[in-house]
């Protein structure tokens, strides 16, 4: 397969919930402080669960977000 062909299977498979990383980089906060209370955020945010799901970097960033959030406050 060559890599506009490898793009557009990956395309294709994209669920249509996904909000794409705009639109997750505006809410990727509060989804690191649901996650970080215990709340199902993927109940809550289904477009960003499934954005993370097939983006890396976004994914990378909300676990960046979340260590900080358990590390500022560590009762959580």
């Known amino acids: 397969m060559t890599g506009w062909q490898e793009d557009l299977e990956r395309f294709l498979a994209t669920d249509p919930r996904d909000v794409g990383c705009d639109e997750a980089m505006d809410v990727m906060h509060i989804y690191a402080e ?3 209370a215990g709340v199902d955020a ?3 945010y289904p ?3 499934s ?3 097939s983006c890396g970097p976004c994914a990378e960033d909300v676990e960046g977000l979340l260590a ?3 590390e ?3 009762e959580i």
Do not use: F, I
Request: hydrophobic letters at 55%; proline letters at 6%.
């Open 42 to 44: 993927a109940e809550r």
């Open 47 to 49: 477009g960003l669960a």
């Open 51 to 53: 954005h993370l799901a």
């Open 72 to 74: 500022h406050d560590p």
């Open 34 to 36: 649901l996650l970080a």
């Open 68 to 70: 900080a959030v358990r």
